[in-house]
């Protein structure tokens, strides 16, 4: 039996049912966990279970993700995300945390944290972008993409069975480190009705964030928060070049390249949990 269980919950926050996973004792300082494409809170199992004898973790699944549900008209946008997770914070009573982002999780809780910079205690950033530089050749590009009819079938590809498996194993040093269940859950979940067609409307929509990622450097800029960016050098998604762009607005930032891809935490749990244990015990106070 883990001496650390993982409790599973869920909770009304604005227009969604959210599922969130919970662990460590709540009155230590609190980690919230954002998760990326294609997967779910799912991916921070192992993280939390890592961290939790001295921390309070939280990672829910965002709209359109896990098990997460929301009302048939709800508008999958990273601003509707943002706006769940402010009111997820709210229903749980969080008033105070540092925030872990990875993937389409960065922008969701970037846009929170520079909209409720008093609440963020620290940022920890794994392959989640902030900077026009750490956009990859993965990436689509933005600036010079059609009308969406003109892209839907790109949209539809990203979500194929090989394209998210590629997701997991592309710049890995050893493929037999990846746990294949990863990938195929998140199968499961995008062949849920409508799951789809929200995570069509996600990609399309991130073409919104870029022109956000000046807000995001304000908020560095003005509150200075600890920062530690862990990245999968490998990942041609976010490229190293967005990590470091973090020292340009926090100079003070630590940034540790890992040589591994995306989904760095398949690889490289035991190295990543150790670096984000060592980051919270130097700058949250306990």
Known sequence: MSKHPIAHRRIQAG???????EAGDPSAPTLLLLHGFPTSSHQYVGLMRELAEHWHL???????????????????????????????????????????????GAPAGLRLAARRPRQITALITQNGN???????????????????????????????????????????????????????????YLEQPGRAAAQADLLWDYRNNPPVYPEFHRWLRESQPPVLAVWGRNDPFFLPAGAEAFKRDVPSAQVHLLDTGHFALEEDLATISELVDRFLRENVDQ
């Open 58 to 104: 939280v990672a829910p699944d965002l709209p359109g993700f896990g098990q997460t549900e929301t009302a048939a008209d709800f508008e999958f946008t990273f601003e509707a995300l943002a706006g769940v997770l402010g009111d997820f914070v709210d229903a749980l009573g969080l008033d105070s945390y540092a925030l872990y982002v990875f993937d389409f």
């Open 130 to 188: 902030a900077y026009v530089e750490g956009l990859g050749p993965a990436m689509p590009d933005f600036a010079n993409q059609g009308p969406r009819e003109e892209v839907q079938s790109g949209l539809e590809k990203m979500l194929t069975p090989e394209n998210i498996r590629w997701q997991y194993y592309e710049g890995v040093r050893n493929p037999e480190a990846i746990d294949p269940g990863s990938h195929q859950l998140d199968r499961f």
């Open 15 to 21: 227009p969604a049912d959210v599922f969130y996973r």
